[in-house]
């Protein structure tokens, strides 16, 4: 919020736009890069944290980071193998984009 303009808020406000009309259409839009970036990351970070998904995952929900571990522990080094290019690369391809976005919006 504090890179948003103040003057466009008030501008609107002058105008006589609502609350929450001036935020779906003048403070959301300046705010959705950085929102997008944010939520990229977190994404990024969720995806590679393998404490807590062996921790907190449901038994009948396959999650990547959880089936590399199983992969390698029970010796299917080429699965394992497979799964972690998968992993690599949705994390690259992510992170590619955060940077394209960021470069778009600076």
Not at 13 to 19: A, D, E, P, S
């Amino acid at each position: 919020m504090g890179a948003v303009p103040t003057r466009l808020s008030e501008g609107a406000r002058t105008l006589g736009v609502r609350r929450w009309r001036r935020l779906r259409t003048v403070e959301l839009p300046l705010m959705a890069p950085g929102l997008l970036a944010a939520g990229g990351l977190v994404f990024l970070s969720v995806m590679k944290e393998l404490p807590l998904t062996l921790l907190m995952r449901p038994t009948n929900l396959p999650m990547l980071s959880a089936d590399i571990w199983d992969s390698t522990e029970s010796l299917f080094l080429a699965q394992a193998g497979l799964e972690s290019l998968v992993l690599v690369g949705a994390s690259g391809l992510l992170t590619w984009l955060l940077v394209l976005r960021r470069s778009e919006f600076a």
